[in-house]
């Protein structure tokens, strides 16, 4: 074929181009590696030097010509299709990506099913609290040393960010007599240097129990059985005296998973019996209501159930870290 026609079928075929693959398909027939164009090239060595050089000018600025009107072509199919003139059926699809749960919100359902399963009722409380609920009436007044254990964020007008999800205890017996049993899950907030186990903010499961004979026994199974919910009965537990003033008998639990069983504790809970002023604070008559209270640190499980290691993780928003779940 010569050139000129070459030029003119190319024109004529490009005009009845439609969609991306027939472009691909006009591409590979007038510029690709086995076109006429192409042979022609390679066959213009074997030409004398005048013609070669008249030839091989002619070949290339008709290349040239091809190669733009492919792509001013391929501009104006990505047009009208961008402005849904005509749907190329052709063409690859786009991925669609998918939203995550967020750990924590995942881990935390799992959490609320295991209470919900051995009846315990969901309350909520706020996150900006009075100095009453977050701490007089849980035993921690004004100056007591008890009170640098939780380093608070207060606000202007002399309330403050919760530093635990314990309030809602007070919140809850003021307007519900016993027998009942509910965990509170919720947002805390604590004014403190962060590190690799600890956040300005992080999530906790308040557990209130009370009735006429609750003791720890009952805190231990309920502990034990939501634990192995939640870790398949692969972690052991180990109870540790501590104290809160808003208990008696204050203990914390650690947890660590049993396959690796060389590993650090991690403290999970801070748990003991309702102290019996907090009875008398929300008006219950003396001596009639025990329970117990328990706070569960959601971050933790988290961390441990899912091998992560930086509790800041959860709240930077990389995606490469929440992609992952
Ligand atoms: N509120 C305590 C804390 O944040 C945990 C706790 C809750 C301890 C209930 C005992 C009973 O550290």
Not at 3 to 32: C, F, P, T
Not at 114 to 135: A, D, M, Q, R
Not at 275 to 294: E, I, S
């Amino acid at each position: 074929m010569n050139l000129r026609d070459l030029k003119q079928q190319a024109q004529q075929d490009l005009a009845s181009v439609h969609n991306s693959q027939e472009l691909e398909n006009w591409r590979i027939k007038y510029l690709g590696r086995k076109s006429s164009l192409s042979l022609f090239f390679d066959n213009l060595k074997d030409l004398p030097l005048e013609e070669k050089k008249e030839k091989g000018k002619e070949a290339n600025e008709i290349r040239q010509f091809l190669k733009t009107i492919y792509t001013q072509k391929k501009q104006e199919l990505e047009q009208s299709q961008a402005q849904g003139q005509y749907f190329d059926v052709t063409r690859p699809g786009l991925k669609i990506e998918k939203g995550h749960l967020h750990p924590l919100t995942l881990v935390l359902r799992e959490i609320v099913h295991s209470f919900e399963k051995l009846g315990f009722e969901i309350v909520l409380g706020p996150e900006i609290e009075t100095e009453y609920y977050n701490f007089d009436a849980l035993r921690i007044p004004k100056n007591h040393p008890a009170r640098d254990l939780w380093d608070t964020f207060w606000l202007t007008s002399g309330l403050l960010l919760r530093t635990h999800t314990s309030p809602v205890q007070i919140h809850y017996m003021e307007k519900h007599e016993p027998p009942f049993r509910i965990i509170v899950p919720g947002k805390c907030f604590r004014f403190e240097a962060t590190d690799n186990h600890h956040d300005i903010q992080f999530h906790q499961v308040e557990g209130l129990m009370v009735s006429e004979k609750i003791t720890l026994a009952n805190f231990k199974f309920i502990v034990q059985e939501v634990l192995d919910d939640l870790f398949k009965g692969q972690v052991d537990l180990s109870f540790r005296p501590s104290y809160f003033p808003f208990v008696t008998s204050g203990l914390e639990v650690f947890i660590r998973p049993k396959n690796k069983s060389h590993s650090q504790w991690l403290e999970v809970m801070g748990a003991g019996m309702v102290h019996p002023d907090l009875f008398k604070t929300v008006g219950y008559p003396p001596n009639l209501w025990q329970g117990f209270a328990f706070g569960l640190g959601v971050e933790r499980i988290t961390m441990i159930k899912y091998g992560i290691d930086d509790i800041r993780l959860f709240f930077n928003s990389d995606l490469r870290f929440l992609e992952q779940f």
